[in-house]
């Protein structure tokens, strides 16, 4: 009997027979009230004071009821109660200003962040710490922050305009918020933020066609309905989204960035790199080549590259050349490429309803001495990027040059920021990437059939161990992911952060981002 | 003389049915929407009602009752009304209604046969001679209330949360209508509009009301002190036909209230709830203000009988039922209701107004007082328009011995608008 009945009220249907009954209801009343109020007694002479009596009843009950309203409708103009409901109305099902939060999707539509049962202010948040910094929390006591707080007017719903809120007080008010989708794909950075095993670092992976973030993480990570440990933790500080507010010199990841500034001019020398390194002005340090380290630790002697050109410098990331190369170009010339993959820019990553997500703007050094040009060209010096802005030109170099804005919207429409390199430029520097995998210093995510290219970067920091880089992009004929991985204090780039990045490129590949069609005719 | 009026109520209560029997099953519906499950529970009370309707007819036919058909009609909507919010407040929660929350209706409607039966027709008379044997009734209930109360809520029950001081009111209604009845004259006497009863009726009249009204500052009941006291002054301008007394009655009321709030401090605190309701918003403003809340939830049209979350309100099956109505029937079904009250208490004013007979008619005045007052600070309590006096909504309210209380109440009522008298 009972199975009989829910398979003729399917949901939906009752809701129909629900908001039928509900206006019978009220017409029947009315006519009920109609009804007993015309059903009179004969007419007779009455004393006044019966009739008066009468109407101070029905007066006062006016009279309150003239009150109520006050509450009842027009609630939304008394701010005090307006902030109690906001915190203690345990409604679900809510007006305007306490509507439910609209959902957060990834790209596929899978929950991000979703309204939960019994309060307002309670959201759901299915992967937790792995996602938190994109996401943001939203938390009575906390506040909001990033895209929830981006997103705020559309998720909230929030009536703003006096005519929408006429309606809404005589009709039905608005249910739930709007939702966001994400271009985040949520299996991508729960992965990338297991990889990175609570270590401080950070990843972006992103599509270089059209600028989508697929992951962007940032560990350690923090449980969004309980911001509280994480605000008070200074030390991990993992209330601090790595990707795209940490400030790192690029190390050698930056030498992308050189050689393709020297391209970009047709220069392509080739220059001594002996052993003793090279001397970029008087009173300054020797930059030498990272194998002349480690020589000397294995006690053994470093007889130096030689001479060679910038495709051998690059496989072997060869510091001696590239402060040479950065040496020899001018200021200018460096300054504007460095300004066309957006260094100095705080890239807007999020265009949300309530304000735009912006990544942090990198130190741009000064370039009018030699040793400063030299020391910009491995990654060194004044020079900090976020991983965000690495990520953006390993996907210049991967899209023949063309760099779009990296984008979390899914709703945003693809937009091209700028041509820093030419596209001989990119193919030249995307097989020059191609070597460094193959028998350079990234040969440990040369993985079959992915045509991975690659820059890793280990940049130096006083006091403490290398931040360990690995930016790359795969496949070599028609890039379609770029992975950017970083490792605060995690030493060698080819140590810490390419296995990192190995892992992904395998899970991307998994997923279907990178196509199999393309790869199996190379 | 007059045209018989039996077909007539038979028509209003099918209406009034169709009204109920649609709310029981939204409110059936909405629970299948959020639970799947259709529970038939609800149908008892139903039926309940259903019986009540078409015996309420034939007895009252039995009886010759001649009386004010609409007035019996809105008593039964809104016992509906109440019985629906009942069954959605208490029902759905244990998956069936408890027996506990069954009981009253039934008694309720034999209490108003019975209160229809003593003052209907000519069958009345020797209540005019009850006055004293009902002024120590009440006294003894208070009595009993000392010793036997126990302290629930800011109200005092006795063992099984049964509250006897409800039938204080009618008691000292009688008492006051039978006292009233003989002084008519002394009463009307004024000078400069300003009332001046002779001496002696004045002492009399001021040392009877010390005693009970003692008693209830003793059992800490506000809310009795106020509804006695309003429905003395509603009394005394009936019987006067002089309005000063309403004057002196909103002066005394005032004064009452700031000396009352020097006395007790529960007091105190709900004149403090009532004008700063956020000072304290999660402790003492808490349950006016999820009461609002409840309402401002509900808006223009409502959630839908079964469909809002009343369960938030504290005591809503009571004190605040009002406020779980509003929710789910909206500002719209508010004003139907409030009109239904309205109706209520003009027609049974106005059912005095026609008795010829001076103890009758001020016991009628008396009674359709205590519907009004009550409703007035019910309502007026649940949306904050004056401070909080822990008094039910009459028919709505299903407090148990307040609902048979109240409808003994608009038996009597009933009764006495019989037009054969």
């Known amino acids: 009997m009972a199975e009989w009945v829910n398979q003729i009220l399917k949901v939906d249907f009752s809701i129909h027979i629900l908001l039928i009954l509900k206006v019978l209801f009220l017409i029947v009343l009315f006519w009920a009230v109609l009804a007993l109020f015309g059903s009179s007694l004969p007419k007779q002479k009455m004393k006044f004071n019966y009739v008066l009596l009468?109407?101070?009843?029905?007066?006062?009950?006016?009279?309150?009821?003239?009150?109520?309203?006050?509450?009842?409708?027009?609630?939304?103009?008394?701010?005090?109660?307006?902030?109690?409901?906001?915190?203690?109305?345990?409604?679900?099902?809510?007006?305007?200003?306490?509507?439910?939060?609209?959902?957060?999707?990834?790209?596929?539509?899978?929950?991000?962040?979703?309204?939960?049962?019994?309060?307002?202010?309670?959201?759901?948040?299915?992967?937790?710490?792995?996602?938190?910094?994109?996401l943001g929390y939203y938390n009575f006591r906390y506040g909001i922050t990033a895209v929830e707080r981006a997103s705020e007017s559309l998720l909230s719903g929030l009536i703003q305009d006096p005519e929408s809120l006429a309606k809404s007080i005589l009709l039905k008010r608005a249910e739930q918020g709007g939702s966001v989708n994400l271009t985040l794909d949520s299996r991508l950075q729960k992965r990338a933020y297991d990889l990175l095993r609570k270590r401080r670092g950070a990843v972006v992976i992103m599509n270089p066609g059209n600028g989508e973030l697929l992951a962007l993480v940032s560990s350690p990570g923090f449980n969004p309905q309980n911001p509280a440990p994480a605000l008070r933790d200074f030390k991990g500080k993992p209330i601090f989204n790595r990707a795209v507010q940490g400030r790192y010199p690029p190390g050698s990841t930056f030498k992308i960035v050189i050689a393709g500034a020297a391209l970009n001019n047709g220069v392509s020398p080739t220059y001594n790199c002996p052993p003793g390194g090279y001397i970029a002005g008087t009173g300054h340090k020797t930059i030498r080549d990272s194998e002349y380290y480690s020589a000397q630790r294995k006690e053994g002697t470093w007889r130096g590259w030689g001479k060679i050109n910038m495709k051998e410098a690059m496989t072997h990331s060869s510091n001696v050349y590239f402060s040479q190369l950065g040496a020899a170009c001018t200021g200018e010339q460096l300054a504007k490429v460095m300004q066309s993959v957006q260094i100095d820019q705080e890239i807007c990553y999020f265009n949300g309803s309530s304000g735009d997500l912006k990544c942090v703007a990198g130190g741009?050094?000064?370039?009018?001495?030699?040793?400063?040009?030299?020391?910009?060209?491995?990654?060194?010096?004044?020079?900090?990027?976020?991983?965000?802005?690495?990520?953006?030109?390993?996907?210049?170099?991967?899209?023949?040059?063309?760099?779009?804005?990296?984008?979390?919207?899914?709703?945003?429409?693809?937009?091209?920021?700028?041509?820093?390199?030419?596209?001989?430029?990119?193919?030249?520097?995307?097989?020059?990437?191609?070597?460094?995998?193959?028998r350079g210093t990234g040969q440990g995510i040369d993985l079959d059939g992915l045509d991975v290219c690659g820059k890793t970067g280990t940049a130096e920091v006083s006091?403490?161990?290398?931040?360990?880089?690995?930016?790359?992009?795969?496949?070599?004929?028609?890039?379609?992911?770029?992975?950017?991985?970083?490792?605060?204090?995690?030493?060698?780039?080819?140590?810490?952060?390419?296995?990192?990045?190995?892992?992904?490129?395998?899970?991307?590949?998994?997923?279907?981002?990178?196509?199999?069609?393309?790869?199996?005719?190379? | 003389m007059i045209k018989k009026k039996g077909t007539s109520l038979f028509r209003l209560l099918m209406l009034v049915w169709l009204v109920v029997a649609l709310a029981c099953g939204m409110a059936v519906l909405s629970n299948f929407q959020t639970t799947q499950k259709l529970p038939w529970e609800p149908l008892i009370p139903l039926i309940i009602f259903s019986v009540a309707i078409p015996t309420t007819v034939i007895w009252l036919k039995m009886l010759g009752w001649q009386g004010d058909s609409g007035f019996v009609g809105i008593v039964f909507l809104l016992c509906g009304l109440g019985l629906v919010t009942q069954i959605r407040l208490s029902g759905f929660e244990d998956?069936?209604?408890s027996p506990k929350a069954l009981l009253p209706l039934p008694i309720g409607f034999f209490a108003f046969l019975v209160g229809v039966t003593f003052t209907g027709g000519r069958r009345g008379k020797w209540i005019s001679s009850a006055g004293w044997p009902a002024y120590f009734a009440a006294l003894a209930v208070i009595a009993v209330m000392l010793i036997f109360g126990r302290h629930y809520r800011g109200?005092?029950?006795?063992?099984?949360?049964?509250?006897?001081?409800?039938?204080i009111k009618p008691l000292l209604v009688l008492f006051m209508a039978?006292?009233?009845?003989?002084?008519?004259?002394?009463?009307?006497?004024?000078?400069?509009?300003?009332?001046?009863?002779?001496?002696?009726?004045?002492?009399?009249?001021?040392?009877?009301?010390?005693?009970?009204?003692?008693?209830?500052?003793l059992l800490k009941d506000l809310g009795l002190m106020v509804i006695l006291n309003a429905i003395l002054i509603v009394m005394l301008f009936a019987v006067s036909r002089r309005s000063g007394y309403l004057a002196l009655g909103c002066v005394a009321v005032t004064a009452a209230g700031y000396g009352v709030q020097i006395i007790s401090s529960n007091a105190r605190d709900r004149f403090a709830v009532w004008l700063h309701p956020f000072a304290d918003a999660t402790g003492k403003g808490w349950q006016v203000l999820q009461s609002l809340s409840a309402m401002y939830s509900?808006?223009?049209?409502?959630?839908?009988?079964?469909?809002?979350?009343?369960?938030?309100?504290?005591?809503?099956?009571?004190?605040?039922?009002?406020?779980?109505?509003?929710?789910?029937?909206?500002?719209i079904g508010c004003i139907l209701v409030l009109c239904l009250y309205a109706i209520l208490f003009v027609r049974g004013f106005r059912a005095a107004g026609l008795i010829k007979a001076p103890f009758e008619r001020l016991f009628c005045v008396g009674l359709t007082a205590t519907l009004a007052v009550q409703t007035v600070f019910n309502i007026a309590?649940?949306?904050?328009?004056?401070?909080?006096?822990?008094?039910?909504?009459?028919?709505?309210?299903?407090?148990?011995?307040?609902?048979?209380v109240t409808l003994l109440v608009t038996g009597l009522i009933t009764g006495l608008s019989d037009t054969r008298r």
């Not at chain 2, 002394?186 to 400069?192: N, P, V």
């Open chain 2, 95 to 97: 998956g069936l209604v």
């Open chain 2, 178 to 217: 039978a006292f009233l009845a003989n002084r008519a004259k002394a009463f009307s006497e004024t000078q400069i509009g300003i009332p001046t009863p002779p001496l002696s009726s004045m002492v009399q009249l001021i040392f009877l009301w010390a005693i009970p009204m003692a008693g209830t500052l």
């Open chain 2, 298 to 331: 509900g808006g223009m049209w409502g959630a839908g009988i079964g469909a809002g979350d009343p369960r938030f309100v504290p005591i809503a099956s009571s004190d605040f039922v009002y406020a779980a109505l509003a929710e789910e029937i909206g500002f």
């Open chain 2, 381 to 404: 309590g649940v949306t904050k328009a004056l401070p909080m006096t822990g008094i039910t909504l009459p028919l709505i309210s299903h407090g148990g011995s307040s609902l048979i």
């Open chain 1, 54 to 134: 009468g109407w101070i009843f029905c007066g006062s009950l006016f009279a309150v009821l003239a009150y109520q309203s006050t509450w009842q409708l027009g609630g939304m103009a008394r701010p005090e109660f307006m902030k109690f409901m906001r915190t203690y109305n345990r409604r679900e099902n809510a007006a305007s200003q306490q509507s439910l939060r609209g959902p957060i999707f990834d790209r596929r539509g899978m929950v991000l962040a979703a309204p939960q049962a019994g309060s307002i202010w309670k959201r759901r948040y299915p992967l937790s710490e792995a996602a938190v910094h994109p």
């Open chain 1, 364 to 438: 741009m050094p000064k370039l009018n001495s030699r040793w400063d040009r030299a020391q910009c060209a491995i990654g060194q010096g004044d020079l900090l990027v976020s991983p965000l802005h690495v990520a953006c030109f390993t996907a210049a170099a991967a899209n023949r040059g063309g760099l779009f804005a990296p984008k979390l919207n899914l709703q945003t429409p693809v937009q091209e920021l700028s041509q820093p390199f030419t596209a001989a430029t990119a193919y030249t520097l995307k097989v020059m990437l191609r070597e460094v995998v193959k």
């Open chain 2, 155 to 167: 109200g005092i029950y006795l063992p099984g949360l049964i509250n006897p001081s409800e039938l």
């Open chain 1, 463 to 522: 006091g403490a161990k290398d931040h360990s880089w690995f930016t790359c992009f795969a496949p070599l004929s028609k890039p379609e992911i770029v992975v950017t991985v970083l490792i605060e204090n995690g030493g060698y780039g080819a140590a810490a952060a390419l296995p990192v990045a190995k892992e992904l490129l395998l899970e991307a590949d998994k997923l279907g981002y990178i196509k199999k069609s393309r790869r199996k005719r190379k």
